[in-house]
């Protein structure tokens, strides 16, 4: 399952020892972009919070696992992310110029441009 949106916040990364040896854990809160935004809490486990180094503020699409488990007849549920991809700022941003900001740019509109600086 994929799920996508923008970071808003970081929480206090956890570590402990278990049977297998040391732990860490980091939790991620991503706000997701729809007409209804949805606030979800994801985890990371080990090397791969390294590996993700993710930043608030930053547009992501993560995948992830849903576990649950009970505890004393409570149900509670893990999102764990196991890939990570950072959307494209620069692809996004100039594919959404539209004819008219073009053609209002500047050296457009003022007529810098010489025909000498054309190179046909």
């Known amino acids: 399952?994929?799920?996508?949106?923008?970071?808003?916040?970081?929480?206090?990364?956890?570590?402990g020892i278990s049977a297998n040896g040391e732990w860490r854990k980091q939790e991620y809160i991503l706000e997701t972009e729809a007409q209804y935004p949805k606030k979800i809490c994801f985890m990371v486990?080990?090397?791969k919070i390294d590996q993700f180094g993710i930043k608030i503020g930053e547009r992501l699409t993560v995948s992830i696992d849903l576990e649950s488990r009970e505890y004393n007849s409570r149900w509670y549920t893990d999102v764990k992310a196991w890939k990570?991809?950072?959307?494209?700022?620069?692809?996004?941003?100039?594919?959404?110029?539209?004819?008219?900001?073009?053609?209002?740019?500047?050296?457009?509109?003022?007529?810098?441009?010489?025909?000498?600086?054309?190179?046909?």
């Open 1 to 15: 399952m994929e799920i996508s949106g923008k970071i808003i916040g970081l929480l206090t990364q956890q570590t």
């Open 45 to 47: 486990w080990g090397d």
């Open 84 to 120: 990570v991809v950072r959307e494209a700022y620069e692809a996004t941003s100039s594919q959404s110029m539209s004819r008219e900001d073009f053609m209002n740019q500047d050296n457009i509109s003022n007529g810098s441009i010489d025909n000498k600086d054309i190179p046909f």
